[in-house]
């Protein structure tokens, strides 16, 4: 797996680096050779802190925890933190598509901290997150 990790993956075009959903890192846990090689293959790996918290709040016990926390520190994913524009953002998503699209807040706040970061979201979750159109979303088909 290791040896992988020098390789680049190109997504969207070459645009930015790559935030993982939340479903890249179940897909993952769960198996699916897809999603880990999409996770062995980024050079520079990123979640949102909602998608820490969310791996966290998974986790049914203090072993899957510690795991969660090791798997992370391991391959080197770094967690961007909530701001106040990530918040604002993830507001106005909820306004503008909760309702026609099903947008939650988690959600919002994971498309929101791609986008105030400038990086492609990695996620199976097309339904939700097409609708916001300054998102770089690449599509994970498991």
Not at 28 to 46: I, P
Not at 61 to 72: C, G, R, S
Request: glycine share 6%.
């Amino acid at each position: 797996m290791k040896h992988l990790l020098k390789l680049k993956w190109l997504h969207c075009g070459g645009e930015g680096t790559v935030i993982f959903d939340t479903d890249i890192f179940i897909f993952a846990q769960r198996g699916n050779e897809k999603a880990v090689d999409l996770m062995e293959k980024s050079e520079e790996r990123y979640l949102s802190v909602q998608t820490y918290m969310e791996l966290l709040q998974g986790a049914k016990n203090k072993v899957q925890h510690t795991y969660v926390k090791d798997f992370l520190s391991s391959f080197g994913f770094s967690v961007l933190p909530l701001t106040e524009n990530i918040g604002h953002r993830a507001s106005i998503y909820l306004e503008e598509y909760a309702l026609s699209s099903g947008l939650r807040a988690g959600d919002a706040i994971i498309a929101a901290t791609a986008v105030e970061n400038h990086k492609v979201l990695a996620s199976s979750n097309a339904k939700h997150f097409k609708p916001i159109k300054e998102l770089q979303l690449s599509i994970f088909k498991p």
